[in-house]
């Protein structure tokens, strides 16, 4: 336990996901320490992201606007909308650059634990994207555990119900990883999951 003011920045650095307490008291001696850190410029950004950043209106994804980028690029496949959990997971799909459709954010999985059914989540708004029939395909790309699949599963039947063509993105064994150390639910995937890769 540090004094006073050094205790309070640890502690509310220690309230953010993923950061621990060593972490956030290696943050907080960062900050207290280097001289040339600019702690006025990250106070005005946390202010801004506060007051600017919101969610479109159309795919739940962050936005300093009503619409995303994503969603006003008129280059992108309006065929194709790939439904994801959280906004970070459009970050990590848009680094591939393999899809050019649009997106649609549910802000969460189904998790029966945590209290968190279909209605909490952004499903409702989904619907009417698909009303107009310009979308031929739905990719569910939610993560691979059993929230995940409890979310893709109501979702294909909600959507399958409405005559939608829905994929689920594949999943299996990591690039550089060791089959000794994948568990069963992993290699069973990889396995579901396989490719012909030559000519028959």
Same mark, same amino acid.
Request: negative net charge; contains cysteine.
């Given at each position: 336990?540090?004094? @006073?003011?050094?205790?309070? /920045?640890?502690?509310?650095? @220690?309230?953010?996901?993923?950061?621990?307490?060593?972490?956030?008291?290696?943050?907080?001696?960062?900050?207290?320490? &280097?001289?040339?850190?600019?702690?006025?410029?990250? %106070?005005?950004?946390?202010?801004?992201?506060?007051?600017?950043?919101?969610? #479109?209106?159309?795919?739940?994804?962050? %936005?300093?606007?009503?619409?995303?980028?994503? #969603?006003?690029?008129?280059?992108?496949?309006?065929?194709?909308?790939?439904?994801?959990?959280?906004?970070? *997971?459009?970050? %990590?799909?848009?680094?591939?650059?393999?899809?050019?459709?649009?997106?649609?954010? /549910?802000?969460?999985?189904?998790?029966?634990? *945590?209290?968190?059914?279909?209605?909490?989540?952004?499903?409702?708004? /989904?619907?009417?994207?698909?009303?107009?029939?310009?979308?031929?395909?739905?990719?569910?790309?939610? *993560?691979?555990?059993?929230?995940?699949? %409890? &979310?893709?599963?109501?979702?294909?039947?909600?959507?399958?119900?409405?005559?939608?063509?829905?994929?689920?993105?594949?999943?299996?064994?990591?690039?550089?990883?060791d089959l000794e150390y994948a568990d069963e639910? &992993?290699? @069973?995937?990889?396995?579901?999951?396989?490719?012909?890769?030559?000519?028959?």
């Amino acid at each position: 336990m540090y004094e @006073g003011i050094v205790q309070d /920045l640890i502690d509310e650095l @220690g309230r953010l996901p993923g950061v621990g307490p060593k972490s956030a008291q290696r943050i907080a001696f960062h900050i207290v320490q &280097t001289q040339n850190f600019d702690v006025s410029r990250l %106070a005005r950004i946390l202010l801004d992201v506060r007051d600017k950043v919101r969610f #479109c209106q159309y795919c739940g994804n962050v %936005a300093e606007e009503v619409t995303c980028h994503i #969603c006003a690029d008129p280059d992108r496949d309006t065929t194709l909308i790939c439904v994801v959990e959280e906004p970070k *997971d459009v970050a %990590a799909i848009e680094r591939t650059h393999e899809y050019n459709g649009r997106y649609h954010v /549910l802000g969460g999985a189904i998790s029966p634990i *945590d209290g968190i059914g279909p209605d909490q989540l952004n499903i409702r708004s /989904l619907m009417p994207r698909l009303e107009s029939g310009e979308v031929v395909e739905v990719i569910i790309a939610t *993560d691979p555990n059993l929230e995940g699949d %409890a &979310t893709a599963s109501y979702l294909s039947r909600l959507l399958v119900a409405m005559g939608v063509r829905v994929s689920r993105l594949a999943s299996g064994l990591p690039v550089g990883g060791d089959l000794e150390y994948a568990d069963e639910v &992993t290699l @069973g995937r990889a396995f579901a999951g396989r490719r012909i890769i030559g000519g028959e």
